[in-house]
């Protein structure tokens, strides 16, 4: 795995979020927004944290398996790439990339327990789309996450609030609900997590920012873009996924 990650393959591959949010022409023929697609692909971050639980893997690998899933979804259609195939193949190879393997097997079996209907793949399925899904990649699996940079900083900022700590990396997970990590550097992800935890504890490191001479108006940026995430989750219906599943599924 790459050492530095401004010579890695993940910060070649950083995209304005205005790229990110393009819909495939293949996708947009059945009527899918640039809301349906963010709305598709946040179902299914939820479905991989979900199935994660129950195969027993490290955070680590739902991270790695949700970047690859939106790093698909820049590059190839959601009527070609079926997200509920996709999300399964991703897992698969996150826990091979992330030395976590699970067999595929299992993952077919938990997903088909927890979610019963909408689930009907089996293995040979899996296996496929795992190709596709890795030829779509440019078979480019190494991905830098905001967990290492988390954990330096905090000890650095000598951050002692467990409730703080918690908080921290509970927005750092939240994050892969969005695109983040295809748009910006891991560290400054964990910076405004950090930054909206601190907030939020009503603790001043302010001038532990000072003097870490980073750019404090692009990790606020950051900061916001979560923070309107936050407002925006509460009014994310079944109904609204279920109408933007029943698009992919009409024949254009």
């Known amino acids: 795995m790459a050492a ?5 393959s993940h910060y070649k591959q950083l995209m304005e ?42 955070q680590r690998v739902v ?5 690859y899933m939106r790093r698909v979804y820049t590059r190839k259609s959601m009527v070609e790439f079926e997200p509920r195939l996709v999300a399964l193949a991703c897992m ?22 927890l979610y019963p209907d909408e689930y009907k793949y089996e293995l040979k399925d899996v296996l496929g789309m795992e190709m596709k899904v890795l030829e779509a990649l440019n078979y480019y699996l190494v991905v830098f996450h905001p967990y290492r940079s ?33 748009v910006h550097p891991p560290y400054r992800i964990a910076l405004a997590c950090i930054y909206i935890a601190s907030v939020h504890r009503d603790k001043d490191i302010t001038a532990w920012f000072e003097d870490l001479h980073e750019d404090m108006n692009l990790v606020k940026n950051i900061a916001m873009e979560i923070l309107d995430f936050y407002e925006n989750y509460r009014s994310i219906t079944e109904e609204k996924v279920n109408s933007a599943f029943s698009k992919l599924a009409l024949k254009p």
Do not use: P
């Open 150 to 182: 988390l954990s330096q900083f905090l000890q650095d900022a000598a951050i002692n609030d467990v409730n703080m700590n918690q908080i921290t990396w509970g927005i750092v997970n939240d994050t892969y609900k969005m695109d983040l990590i295809l």
């Open 63 to 67: 991270a790695t398996a949700v970047t």
């Open 92 to 113: 698969y190879l996150a826990s091979k990339a992330e030395e976590s393997i699970v067999q595929a097997r299992n993952v077919i079996f938990y997903i088909k327990k």
């Open 4 to 8: 530095n990650f401004w010579n890695s």
């Open 17 to 58: 979020q205005e790229e990110v949010d393009v819909v495939h022409a293949l996708d947009k023929e059945r009527g899918i927004s640039v809301d349906d697609f963010k709305l598709i692909k946040f179902h299914m971050c939820n479905h991989m944290m979900k199935l994660a639980q129950h195969i027993k893997v490290r």
